[in-house]
């Protein structure tokens, strides 16, 4: 069993920075990749990035490329998402989740946060 707690949401303004938390609790979490999500009321759920269990290789959603960085320590419980040059199209609540599978597809991930509020303004 993954627990998962998001943190690090706000307010800010276009081409600000905010870095996201994913603090997790379980024995397994690092046997397992974490991915970042987000969902904006209205819109379907939208892959953001995502990390290998060793944190050796990531990858993105096209709408993020070059602009977030997601991280992880091999053997922390804690995945990070650094969100640079914030647009308004970013607001979101942004969840992190878990999946046992080392490269998953978003319908493999297993455990999921509760999310945070990302809200950029104009």
């Known amino acids: 069993q993954v627990q998962l707690v998001e943190s690090g949401g706000g307010l800010v303004q276009a081409g600000d920075s905010l870095r996201l938390s994913c603090a997790a609790s379980?024995?397994?979490?690092?046997?397992?990749?974490v991915g970042w999500f987000r969902q904006d009321p209205g819109k379907e759920r939208e892959f953001v990035a995502a990390?290998?269990?060793?944190?050796?290789?990531?990858w993105y959603g096209f709408s993020v490329e070059g602009r977030f960085t997601i991280s992880r320590e091999y053997g922390s419980d804690t995945v990070y998402l650094q969100m640079n040059n914030l647009k308004p199209e970013d607001t979101a609540v942004y969840y992190c989740?878990?999946?046992?599978?080392?490269?998953?597809?978003?319908?493999?991930?297993?455990?999921w946060g509760q999310g945070t509020q990302v809200t950029v303004s104009s």
């Open positions: 989740a878990a999946s046992p599978t080392n490269l998953p597809n978003p319908d493999q991930y297993v455990y």
């Open positions: 379980g024995r397994t979490f690092t046997r397992h990749a």
């Open positions: 990390v290998t269990p060793s944190g050796s290789f990531t």
